[in-house]
């Protein structure tokens, strides 16, 4: 079964950018390629602890930044880089009851 194929949760496809922090660290700039409700696939310049905690950012429009907590589910190479899925939490309530809607707004522009 394909990774899209278990997903419970739509994702929106494209190129958003992002930043990772790992507990100690500076925050790093990356791609989420597609975002979901409580998923995503970003592409990072290194591979990162399997199963770690770490803080992560979505500018998902100029006037919206969703922080969320995250851990590391999968790790891939793609040429010099890695695409690494999460399961994230953002840390407002109002930023993950305002996904749904976006993802889906996405998705049908994307259509």
């Given at each position: 079964?394909t990774?899209?194929?278990?997903r419970i949760?739509?994702r929106a496809?494209?190129?958003?950018?992002a930043?990772f922090?790992?507990?100690?660290?500076?925050?790093?700039?990356?791609?989420?390629?597609?975002?979901?409700?409580?998923?995503?696939?970003?592409r990072?310049s290194?591979?990162l602890?399997?199963?770690?905690?770490?803080e992560?950012?979505?500018?998902?429009?100029p006037?919206?930044?969703?922080r969320a907590?995250?851990q590391?589910l999968w790790?891939?190479?793609?040429g010099?880089?890695i695409?690494?899925?999460?399961?994230?939490?953002?840390?407002?309530?109002?930023d993950?009851?305002?996904?749904?809607?976006?993802?889906h707004?996405?998705?049908?522009a994307?259509?």
């Amino acid at each position: 079964m394909t990774e899209s194929n278990r997903r419970i949760f739509p994702r929106a496809e494209g190129e958003y950018a992002a930043w990772f922090q790992l507990p100690g660290q500076s925050f790093e700039q990356c791609v989420a390629l597609d975002i979901g409700i409580d998923g995503a696939c970003l592409r990072v310049s290194r591979k990162l602890p399997v199963e770690a905690s770490f803080e992560v950012d979505f500018q998902l429009a100029p006037d919206w930044l969703v922080r969320a907590s995250a851990q590391v589910l999968w790790q891939k190479p793609e040429g010099e880089l890695i695409l690494t899925g999460i399961r994230y939490r953002p840390e407002r309530s109002a930023d993950r009851s305002l996904m749904g809607p976006w993802v889906h707004r996405q998705r049908k522009a994307q259509a």
